[in-house]
């Protein structure tokens, strides 16, 4: 049921979905938003892809197992918990960079954290959707 | 002191690259580990022996009140130097006795683990440092008794003695921990001054108790010790070094350490001298009706432990003297028989006494140690044997309770056994003549006789000169365990009195007794006939129903039925939520005071409970979940209104995630079905009334608490000035409760492996059922 509307639209859906999921996880923060939603999102955004062009065809965009995105994100995660100790702080203390950034605010350990958590739930949601629709009986 | 702990540990580790290399001649170099740890702790003997006390401390979990404190006392002393002395023999030993065994590297690697679990267990100052050893030493010599891992004997052994051994750690862990809780210390020095506060304490009673039980798995007292001669599957220097000196004395350590805490009470010492005194005669007759040489000796030994027990529970000087005497007499005798047990075993192939005979004749030395090990064990004059034997009776002739009389016949009826008894194992082997095919026997390695002779002389030697291994080894042992300065007077000859009368008496009719006992098969076998009355039975028929009670248990709430584990949960959380609501007090449900219905909230009412509708009625699937995900999507909606973006943002990408996994799984589902009978669609009809009808109430009651807003206006205060975060919700999520995302996370990735595992799984046709 490949549906040529859908197809069209996913094309900008896809790059808008994406862009608007790093929003989210970047604003975290300061506004509504963060990791868990903007991993969502863009999860949301690769299924919407594959279903009006076929899981092979995300995967294929995605170029590797949504699997291998997990350790990614689950390592990011981990360093920035344990950043501060190579400082001499207890761990899952915020560091921070000095100076104010455009867009983003000000980037310490807590953003890497929100990234890793952005990547594991993009990891996980794809993983358990894509391995179902993979498996054929 | 630290490092004499670690070392062992470290050893044992070396074995895991390094383990192949042991297995040549190099294997002499692992005997240097308890040589080393031996010398040491004679080094600090004389320093200790006038009274010192070395005590060192490192700092290892400070908040939760556990340091590696260690102490080096008299009592501490006494262990340490056992341990490691026997240790030594045991190694020698061990290398000649398991050469070439495949798994010989193992056996020292496990060997090395409990030699420095018992060494941590008896200088810990800390009861729970204590008890982490005490589990080690437990784990390791399930390890060691199961060495054998082909034989399911053995295997079966080693669980039991686990499994006993295990149990009573639970309660002592239980026992240490409310011991703690009372004083106030984890600190055996410190417990030892609030000893008032203990033993006057509303919960002296359950400690103790909880204490007692993990003494006596663990020094297999009745009716605990059927996992000592089931041990004894184990190799010999296993055997040896397990029984005589370390891991059954473990539960002796135990009360004698904290006999200056708890003891000196009528609980404390009645519960100690019955079951020790039941112990002691129950196992020392058991042992007359043995053949098996190492079966002598296990009940021989739990006959020991039950004197030993006995003697704390007595708990006069003279008892404590005698017991501190009597564990190194029965720990220098014991190893030393074991050590013979298996040298026959290696040489004659059988350790049946029935069938032994006239061995002096090609074993010679060690046919000497035999007869030595024996005469202490018999406690003839001029042997160290004889001052334990004498220190008993000392103690039970002058108990200060009405009964000394019943008391000392106890302990002369059971000496008398364990004297014939040593006779059967130390001289039965080797008198009378040589069947023929025992004569090509050789004597075996040097390594293998010299332990056992060296153990045996030594308890001659140390019978030669009383005073001075009494001053060195004991007397401090006994300040420690008795808590005050108590002058030993040890000497070879006491002159004529009642106690020497007893000694000639419990020798000539333990002679008798051996003269006349014949080693019989068949008295093994009307053992047997009581086999349905004894704790081992009782032990595995509760084994069963265990079993039995599992099985049933998980049939029944883990079937495997979706249905069935939400029925569980949702059951479990109304009671839950019910029980709490009653305790609650009066349930005021009252409706003056909510806010007004806008226009919005019902709207989003009529949606939902159209959309609930849809689903109890429809016939398809798709329409289910479509109106499922129409409930998700109104709840949403809720928390739009009520300003909370977070969470509606959240709910609204999870809903349209679920929505997608559900037509996923659609397609592979059989047709839609109701398998459900009316009654039980009637029953989670009221589950279901319940569960809302529940919630509703405690919607209702929480809107007339008063509001608790502490927690949220600390996150509220901070989020900003510590973190750096205007979003609160997030702030919390990746800062001030990080870590629970961080594992949070895991979790997820966790629940994604195995989804991705179990749907990629591809058996093979000979692997599917």
Aim: glycine fraction near 8%; charge should be positive; charged fraction near 10%.
């Amino acid at each position: 049921m490949r549906s040529s509307i859908l197809q069209t639209a996913t094309r900008y859906l896809l790059p808008i979905l994406l862009l608007f999921s790093i929003f989210l996880l970047l604003r975290g923060h300061y506004y509504p938003g963060g990791g868990f939603v903007g991993g969502l999102v863009a999860s949301i955004a690769f299924v919407l892809h594959s279903f009006a062009n076929g899981t092979d065809a995300t995967m294929k965009l995605l170029g590797r197992k949504p699997l291998s995105l997990i350790p990614i994100g689950l390592a990011i995660a981990t360093l920035s918990v344990l950043m501060p100790v190579i400082f001499g702080l207890p761990p899952m203390t915020g560091l921070w960079l000095k100076g104010n950034f455009p867009i983003v605010g000000s980037i310490g350990t807590a953003l890497t954290f929100d990234l890793g958590v952005y990547l594991v739930v993009i990891g996980v949601v794809l993983t358990i959707l894509f391995t179902i629709s993979l498996t054929d009986d | 002191m630290l490092l004499t702990v670690l070392a062992g540990l470290i050893v044992a580790i070396f074995f895991v690259p390094f383990g192949k290399t042991f297995k040549s001649g190099l294997s002499i170099v692992l005997t240097a580990l308890p040589i080393g740890i031996f010398s040491y702790y004679l080094t600090h003997l004389p320093s200790i022996s006038l009274g010192k006390e070395i005590f060192q401390s490192t700092s290892w979990v400070p908040s939760l009140g556990i340091n590696l404190d260690f102490r080096l006392d008299g009592l501490s002393l006494l262990f340490a130097l056992l341990i490691s002395g026997i240790g030594i023999a045991v190694y020698f030993y061990a290398r000649t006795y398991l050469k070439g065994h495949a798994y010989f590297d193992r056996f020292f690697a496990y060997l090395s683990l409990f030699m420095a679990a018992m060494l941590g267990m008896v200088l810990a100052d800390n009861i729970l440092l204590l008890f982490i050893f005490w589990e080690l030493t437990s784990i390791s010599s399930f390890f060691l008794i199961g060495f054998n891992n082909t034989s399911p004997d053995s295997r079966k052994s080693a669980l039991t003695a686990l499994s006993v051994t295990g149990l009573g750690g639970f309660f002592l862990l239980a026992g240490l921990i409310l011991l703690g809780d009372v004083a106030g210390t984890y600190n055996i020095s410190a417990l030892i001054h609030a000893r008032g506060l203990i033993v006057n304490h509303g919960q002296y009673p359950l400690i103790l108790t909880l204490l007692f039980i993990g003494a006596f798995t663990k020094s297999a007292q009745f009716p605990f010790h059927f996992w000592l001669p089931g041990a004894m599957k184990a190799p010999t220097p296993v055997s040896a070094y397990l029984h005589s000196a370390t891991m059954v004395k473990a539960g002796i350590y135990l009360l004698a350490r904290f006999n200056p805490i708890l003891g000196g009470t009528n609980a404390w010492s009645y519960t100690l001298m019955i079951v020790g005194g039941f112990t002691m005669l129950y196992a020392a007759i058991h042992a007359l009706l043995r053949t098996d040489l190492k079966s002598i000796l296990a009940y021989s030994t739990i006959s020991a432990l039950g004197i030993l027990t006995f003697l704390i529970g007595l708990g006069t000087a003279d008892a404590i003297i005698a017991a501190s005497v009597f564990i190194l007499v029965h720990a220098l005798y014991k190893a030393s028989l074991f050590l013979i047990t298996g040298i026959i075993d290696h040489a004659a192939h059988t350790r049946d006494i029935s069938l032994l005979s006239g061995l002096r004749k090609v074993l010679l030395p060690v046919a000497i140690a035999g007869f030595l090990a024996a005469c202490s064990s018999a406690g003839l004059p001029f042997t160290f044997g004889f001052i334990g034997k004498d220190l008993i009776y000392e103690a039970t002739l002058h108990a200060n309770s009405s009964w000394k009389l019943g008391l000392t016949t106890l302990a002369v009826l059971t000496n008398i056994c364990l004297v014939a008894a040593g006779f059967m194992a130390g001289i039965k082997p080797f008198t009378g003549s040589l069947p023929i095919h025992y004569q090509t026997i050789r004597l075996p390695y040097i390594s293998m006789w010299l332990p056992p002779l060296t153990l045996a002389v030594l308890g001659v030697l140390f019978g030669l000169m009383p005073d001075t291994v009494g001053n060195l080894f004991a007397e401090k042992a006994v300040l420690a365990m008795l808590g005050t300065e108590t002058k030993l007077n040890l000497k070879i000859w006491h002159g004529f009195n009642t106690v020497l009368l007893l000694s000639l008496l419990t020798i000539v009719t333990g002679a008798v007794l051996y003269r006349f006992n014949k080693p019989i098969k068949g008295k093994t076998l009307w053992l047997l006939k009581f086999k349905n009355f004894s704790p081992e039975f009782i032990f595995k028929k509760i084994t069963v129903t265990v079993f039995k009670f599992s099985e049933w248990y998980t049939q029944k709430f883990h079937n495997g039925y979706l249905r069935s584990y939400h029925l569980q949960i949702i059951l479990f959380a109304e009671a839950l939520l019910a029980y709490k609501l009653w305790l609650s007090g009066p349930i005021d449900i009252n409706f003056y005071g909510l806010a007004m219905l806008s226009v919005y909230e019902v709207a989003i009412a009529i949606l939902l409970i159209g959309a609930l509708i849809i689903i109890l009625t429809t016939r398809t699937r798709l329409t289910a979940v479509v109106s499922m995900s129409v409930i998700g999507y109104c709840i949403c909606l809720m928390f739009v209104f009520y300003s909370a973006p977070d969470l509606a943002m959240t709910q609204f990408t999870i809903d349209t995630l679920t929505t997608v996994l559900f037509v996923l799984v659609l397609y592979k589902l059989p047709p839609f079905l109701n398998l459900g009978t009316k009654k039980e669609r009637y029953r989670d009809m009221a589950i279901a009334l319940g569960f809302g009808l529940i919630l509703c109430m405690v919607a209702l009651q929480v809107h007339h608490e008063p509001i608790e807003t502490a927690t949220s206006d600390f996150y509220g205060d901070y989020a900003y000035t510590e973190a750096k975060g205007k979003n609160v919700v997030n702030v919390i999520l990746v800062d001030f409760r990080g870590m629970d995302t961080l594992f949070e996370t895991v979790a997820l990735s966790i629940a994604a492996i195995g989804v991705y595992n179990l749907l990629r799984l591809r058996l093979k046709p000979t692997e599917k059922e």
